[in-house]
T-cell receptor, first 113, second 113 residues
Framework: DAGVIQSPRHEVTEMGQEVTLRCKPI?????LFWYRQTMMRGLELLIY????????DSGMPEDRFSAKMPNASFSTLKIQPSEPRDSAVYFC???????????FGEGSRLTVL | GENVEQHPSTLSVQEGDSAVIKCTYS??????FPWYKQELGKRPQLIID?????GEKKDQRIAVTLNKTAKHFSLHITETQPEDSAVYFC????????????FGKGTHLIIQP
């Protein structure tokens, strides 16, 4: 397996634009997580899915953020409209509950000007 | 919800010396405690984990100890090497696995030659 695949790796956009980040989890994993990493806040859990169903979205900062998982092999995190304070590295991770280990993607570095 | 505190935020040690990173957690129901290592510009990766039915676990030069009564756990790295330089994150979960992990803010470990 190629691991968790995220795209794009880097995104630079202007304030007010829509941003869509994509993730392909490891096949067979039943959990998918979206994290945001900044120097100030560290690793923050935004939302996670179990068997494609959103379980906990309490970490989503505002209504500008939304996430979907239409099937077991694909998830998106959307920010609309984007703001400079959304600049961060966004990680997608997948795993199995019993095993415990999270497998992270390479991350998507977002810069909002 | 769970709150994980991690200390110190930065740790500098001489190559060959030992390094200790400490974490405390608030939820007495937490039962799974992983440690992740993140090298500069890379993704976090699991290096060791411990469950609440075990007090200590070792893997070559790294070890983790857990004190459930005091609600704290520690990462010990012996005979530190330059490749140990990274940011280390502790985490805690009451779900016993991948779901519901709360991460500490991270410790930047610097190995001085």
């Amino acid at each position: 397996d190629a691991g968790v695949i995220q795209s794009p790796r880097h995104e630079v956009t202007e304030m007010g634009q829509e941003v869509t980040l994509r993730c392909k989890p490891i096949s067979g994993h039943d959990y998918l997580f979206w994290y945001r990493q900044t120097m100030m806040r560290g690793l923050e859990l935004l939302i996670y899915f179990n068997n494609n169903v959103p379980i906990d979205d309490s970490g989503m900062p505002e209504d500008r953020f939304s996430a979907k998982m239409p099937n077991a092999s694909f998830s998106t995190l959307k920010i609309q409209p984007s703001e400079p304070r959304d600049s961060a590295v966004y990680f997608c991770a997948s795993g199995n509950r019993a095993a415990g280990e999270l497998f992270f993607g390479e991350g998507s570095r977002l810069t909002v000007l | 919800g769970e709150n994980v505190e991690q200390h110190p935020s930065t740790l500098s040690v001489q190559e060959g010396d030992s390094a200790v990173i400490k974490c405390t957690y608030s939820d007495s129901a937490s039962n799974y405690f992983p440690w992740y290592k993140q090298e500069l510009g890379k993704r976090p990766q699991l290096i060791i984990d411990i469950r609440s039915n075990v007090g200590e676990k070792k893997d070559q030069r790294i070890a983790v100890t857990l004190n459930k009564t005091a609600k704290h756990f520690s990462l010990h790295i012996t005979e530190t090497q330059p490749e140990d330089s990274a940011v280390y994150f502790c985490a805690a979960s009451s779900g016993g696995g991948a779901d519901g992990l709360t991460f500490g803010k991270g410790t930047h470990l610097i190995i001085q030659p």
